[in-house]
């Protein structure tokens, strides 16, 4: 009985370990999220071990199932479809759950796209924040990357070739010419890096037409204190609204979180910078 968190290749299939290897052909059940890619897997390196789907829609009924599995003193290998399971892909309903029902979970480590780039990516790898996928909609995409401005840690994103170009033009508006890194198709034949400021970035990804492949976005972190000389929180709540077309409650909540400080204080700062003067 034990559940195992096996990594698995980004893009070259050479990229798994011989210790994943020997797990995936002795387990009893591997738990794949996309069976197709796990076959071409399992193909490549002779593994016969039956196969059954775990992905997102099915991870909420599924669970319970494994879990049987599991508790029948079988062996169970959970895959993604590429990478670590569980790091932006199903896994942690499984392994809350295997855990819960006392379960031994190991993992067995390997291929991380998020890691992997920043590794390559010449930005500071001390410190970093994974922020997995960025909201799909514009509105609540400028609302998470606004309130990451004062991070000082390197930030890293998931992003999709489609909507690459649009996050890259929101980064450069809050961000300004912080540097970033884009890494794009991991691994694979035609792996890139590509740094510079946002718009710079994004120059260079036009030039190449239509934009391909798995992405990953790395945003340098913020340097030094933050300087609010000058800047109030009243200036800060209604240049939120202004530029993030939210509501002044989301505002203040925002700029609180941004400052460091109680919600509440930043609504009394901010009633009392803008009442006009007395008399």
């Known amino acids: 009985m034990m559940l195992y968190l096996v990594a698995t290749p980004i893009g070259n299939l050479e990229d798994i370990t011989f210790r994943a290897v020997r797990v995936l052909k002795e ?21 016969k071990t039956p196969v059954v789907s775990y992905y997102d829609a099915v991870e909420k009924s599924k669970t319970p ?19 670590t399971p569980g790091i932006s892909d199903p896994g942690y309903r499984l392994v809350a759950a295997a855990r819960e029902a006392g379960v031994p979970v190991v993992p067995v480590p390997g291929p991380s796209a998020a890691i992997a780039a920043l590794a390559a990516s010449g930005l500071p790898t001390d410190r970093f924040a994974f922020e997995g996928f960025l909201p799909s909609s514009p509105a609540a995409r400028r609302k998470k990357l606004y309130s990451l401005r004062e991070e000082e840690r390197t930030l890293i994103f998931y992003e999709s070739p489609r909507r690459i170009l649009a996050t890259l033009k929101e980064v450069g508006q809050i961000f300004g010419d912080r540097p970033v890194a884009v890494a794009r198709e991991l691994t694979k034949i035609h792996e890139e890096f590509l740094r510079g400021p946002a718009a710079e970035v994004s120059r260079q990804l036009r030039k190449k037409g239509k934009i391909r492949g798995e992405i990953v976005l790395l945003l340098a972190g913020r340097s030094g204190p933050p300087d609010w000389s000058g800047i109030t929180p009243a200036d800060q709540i209604e240049r939120a609204i202004r530029e993030l077309g939210i509501s002044r409650m989301e505002a203040i909540k925002l700029v609180a979180g941004l400052r460091g400080r109680p919600k509440s204080e930043i609504y009394r700062a901010g009633l009392e910078e803008s009442r006009p003067p007395a008399g």
Request: aromatic letters at 2%; charged letters at 30%; proline letters at 0%.
């Open 27 to 47: 387990v009893d059940l591997i738990a794949a999220e996309d069976t197709r890619t796990a076959r071409k897997l399992l193909d490549r390196y002779e593994i």
């Open 65 to 83: 199932e494994l879990i049987a599995e599991l508790a029948a003193g079988r062996s169970v290998a959970l895959v993604s479809e590429a990478g």
